[in-house]
C-alpha cells in the first residue's frame, strides 16, 4: 500500500541525524574557578549596607499574606452580605 506523500515527507522532517562526534555533551566536567570569577564571588564590603536582612524579609511576607487574607475575607462577607440582603 502507498503511502501519502504528505506523511513521508513529515517523517523524514520528524528525523533529526545524530549530532556529530566533535560536539561537547551539555554537562562539562568540572573545573575550578578562576582568579577573576573567585574575586567576584567573595563577599564586597561596599554593598554590605544594601543586604536585606533574612528576618526583615520574612516579616515583611507575613504581614503581606496577612493583608492579603483579611482583604479576601473582607470581599467574601461583603458579597455574601449583598446577597443575602436583595433576597
Given at each position: 500500500m502507498a503511502q501519502p506523500a504528505f506523511l513521508s515527507?513529515?517523517?523524514?522532517?520528524?528525523?533529526?541525524p545524530p549530532p556529530p562526534p566533535h560536539v561537547?555533551?551539555?554537562r562539562a566536567y568540572h573545573v575550578e574557578l578562576g582568579a577573576r570569577e573567585k574575586a567576584l564571588?567573595?563577599?564586597?564590603?561596599?554593598?554590605?549596607?544594601?543586604?536585606s536582612f533574612k528576618?526583615?524579609?520574612?516579616?515583611?511576607s507575613k504581614i503581606g499574606n496577612?493583608?492579603?487574607l483579611v482583604v479576601v475575607a473582607a470581599c467574601s462577607?461583603?458579597?455574601?452580605?449583598?446577597?443575602?440582603?436583595?433576597?
Open positions: 515527507s513529515l517523517r523524514s522532517r520528524l528525523r533529526t561537547q555533551p551539555r564571588l567573595e563577599e564586597d564590603v561596599a554593598l554590605k549596607r544594601f543586604k528576618n526583615n524579609v520574612k516579616q515583611v496577612v493583608l492579603t462577607y461583603e458579597i455574601v452580605a449583598l446577597a443575602t440582603s436583595t433576597q
